[in-house]
Each structure stands twice: as C-alpha cells, then as structure tokens.
C-alpha cells in the first residue's frame, strides 16, 4: 500500500510560503544595494542653519530659504546640475516655507504649506522609502494637495512635509528593518514638541504616515495635541495591534486595492519585517476609505483616499470613540460617527 505523506496544517504551509518571499527579498536587496549606494555621488552643501527653541517660524524661513539657495549654487559650481535645478524648484513660486533645511547627501527638509502660526488643524506628513531632495517634488505635490483639500473646507489649515529622516531605499536590506525608523522617531519628537510650542494652543496635530513612514510613527510618541494617527500603504508597524503603540490618539488604517504592498508578508522574522497588517481587524485601528489608490497615490487630487485623510484631519478632536464599521466597505461611516 501507497503511503500518502501527511498533510501539513494550512498554517504552516501559509507561514513556510510568507518566510520564503520574505528571504527571496532579502537576497534581490542584498544585490541591488551595493549598486545603487554606488549610483549616489556626494554633493555639497552648507551646514544646515542652527536656532534656539525661541526662534520663530519666520526667522527660520527666512534663514533656511537663504540656506536653500547657497545650496544651490554650491551643486551648480560643483557640476550637479539636477540636483541644483530640483533646489530651484523647491522655492520657485515662494509658496513653500522651511522650518528646516539640510542640502547634504540625501537632504532632509520640514516644508510647511498654509499659515502654522494661526492654523488649529495640522497635518503632519511622515514620508516612506526612497523621499529625498531629489524626488522632493512628488512629495511635495502629496502636501499641496492635501492642503488645498483641507482649505477648501477649513481655512485654519495647515501641512508641514516633514523629510526630517534618511529614508532608506524600497529595494534594500534597510528597508525590512526598524533601525532607521527607530533614528527618525527620536528626530520627529523634537518636532512634534517645537509645533507644539509654535502653533496656537487650541491646535491639533494629525500624522498621517505613509508607508514606511508608519513604521518611523509607531515608535514615536505623541502627546494629547496629536489626536489622530492615520497609517496607510504600510508593510506593518512591528508591533501586533493598535493598542501596543505609544499614543493616546486615534489611529487609522487603509490600503488601496491597487497598492502593491498589500502583497508584503506580514511576519517578522529575525527582526526582519513588521508583523501584524494594519488594516486586519484584529490590529484594531479603525478602517478608513482608500478607494483604488496605488502605493504612490493616496494624496493625488480628486482621490477617495485624500478626502478620507482630510476628513481624519478636519475631524473633532474630542468626543466619545467612535466603534469601526463592521467591514471596510463602508469607511465613511466611520469618519462620519467621529464627529459625533
């Protein structure tokens, strides 16, 4: 008689099948990073400007645009043109305002977009892989857009694009790890305080963090001014369920139906990867609307995921919680009973 082997549980055929995928990445970052990093001269730049906690957002503007510029020039003389050019753009129309600016290796910039000074709604945007000076500028369009959004419903509005962190690369070792969110957690603190001490007191800060960027969220604490941490596009955050993160605020989850990522395993294995998906129910933040958003594509215009994020943004600070809807289906219901 034919032995059959034994069927093993389903699982751990599911899990042997997640641990795969995750090594065979491991492998094809393993190669492509060592020629990427090559592809990545120095450029030159000027130390970034130093303030005191009592410096004001308009003294800082005013220093990091005069920074900015000089860092232009420097790229210019030193032969890397599109790195000057990209500089240029970033102050062209004069609508962009810098709490902070470093032009070195891959930059790091704090753009705020409105009136910080006067605004009681804020959203502060916590970018994923690959952000730098040098693809600013789609970073940059997420903010306008986000911010043109939430005026046309509450003119006391305001964006601050926060690119304070060395992002690393969506085809690396890096990328699987905590290590670099861990470094940009301790830069966003000081943030989070300095907007606190800036803005009016009846402010409330919202962080809307995408991608990797909600791992660099979930190990940031936040303090009562922040009332609302919305996560999307995320391969995970490392810990298993909202309650583990270290906020009093509400948090949010959603995925487009056209974002790659939602491919991602969601294990954690020899602290590589983030374990639990955000938008199971069982992690426990409340669903949201993304619509078909792609992974580059939840602040584009006109999109179901932007008018979900303003709607988290522009949403009342205090009140009972509201309970998330029964399925994913039906997002705006949620938003909805959060007003109450």
């Not at 510029?69 to 004069?94: F, I, N, T, V, W």
């Not at 790091?108 to 994923?128: H, M, N, Q, S």
């Not at 911010?147 to 964006?159: D, F, I, W, Y």
């Not at 490392?238 to 969601?266: E, M, Q």
Request: include cysteine.
């Amino acid at each position: 008689m034919t032995r059959r082997p034994t069927a093993r549980p389903n699982g751990r055929r599911a899990g042997g099948r997640l641990r795969r995928t995750l090594l065979a990445g491991l492998v094809a970052a393993a190669v492509v990073v060592p020629l990427s990093a090559a592809a990545s001269p120095h450029v030159p730049a000027p130390a970034p400007v130093a303030f005191t906690e009592q410096t004001g957002p308009l003294a800082r503007y005013a220093a990091n645009r005069a920074n900015l510029a000089e860092a232009a020039r420097m790229a210019r003389d030193a032969g890397r043109d599109a790195r000057a050019d990209k500089l240029r753009a970033m102050e062209a129309d004069g609508s962009a305002r810098f709490l902070a600016f470093d032009g070195r290796g891959k930059g790091r910039v704090t753009a705020v977009f409105g009136d910080l000074e006067t605004a009681d709604r804020i959203a502060v945007l916590v970018p994923g892989s690959d952000t730098t000076l040098d693809t600013y500028e789609r970073f940059r369009a997420g903010a306008v857009a986000l911010q043109q959004r939430l005026q046309a419903e509450h003119p006391r509005s305001a964006v601050v694009a926060w690119l304070g962190y060395d992002t690393p690369g969506t085809v690396s070792t890096t990328v699987l790890t905590a290590g670099r969110a861990q470094d940009a957690a301790a830069e966003l603190v000081p943030l989070l305080d300095g907007l606190r001490r800036m803005t009016a007191p009846e402010a409330h800060l919202s962080l809307l963090c995408h991608s990797y960027g909600s791992v660099v969220c979930a190990r940031t604490p936040t303090g009562p001014q922040v009332t609302d941490v919305a996560l999307f596009g995320s391969p995970g955050t490392g810990v298993d369920s909202a309650a583990d993160l270290p906020t009093s605020a509400r948090v949010w989850a959603a995925r487009g139906s056209g974002d790659w990522i939602g491919g991602v395993p969601h294990v954690r294995l020899a602290g590589l990867g983030f374990a639990a998906d955000p938008v199971d129910p069982a992690f426990g933040a409340r669903p949201f609307s993304a619509g078909s958003a792609g992974h580059s594509d939840y602040l584009k215009p006109g999109t179901e995921s932007l008018d979900s994020l303003a709607r988290i943004v522009l949403g009342p600070p205090t009140g009972p919680a509201a309970a998330p809807p029964a399925a994913p289906a039906a997002p705006t219901a949620a938003l909805e009973a959060s007003r109450v």
